[in-house]
Nanobody, 126 residues
């Protein structure tokens, strides 16, 4: 069973930076097209995918709202996924979740993805 655990959340002023980490364990070999992703859910809003990465090719896809400000990366040796968040805005305030799924899952809504971390809170003040 895949286990994911996020860390690095916190409070920051607008314009600041944070780096989230997601430690992963329990992967099994043989997944044809595994994908990792970061999602967020702001208070009172639906969960939204903000970036995903195809593990076999390192191809990445960013939501327009974070493009140019957030960067996904990974340390394969340590099974850790990162999200570097720069130029943070108050509208980035949300719970942030890492997720592991397959090609065909919905990386805009998270529908179909079975492996999730518990999330970390990011609060950006103006």
């Amino acid at each position: 069973q895949v286990r994911l655990e996020e860390s690095g959340g916190g409070s920051v002023q607008a314009g600041g930076s944070l780096r989230l980490s997601c430690s992963a364990s329990g992967f099994t070999a043989g997944r044809p097209r595994p994908i990792v992703a970061w999602f967020r859910q702001a208070p009172g809003k639906d969960r939204e995918g903000i970036v995903n990465m195809y593990l076999r090719t390192n191809e990445t896809h960013y939501h327009d709202s974070v493009k140019g400000r957030f960067t996904i990366s990974r340390d394969s040796a340590n099974n850790t996924l990162y999200l570097q968040m720069n130029s943070l805005k108050p509208e980035d305030t949300a719970m942030y979740y890492c997720a592991h799924g397959e090609y065909g899952d919905d990386y805009m809504t998270g529908r179909g993805i079975r492996n999730w971390g518990k999330g970390v809170m990011v609060t950006v003040s103006s």
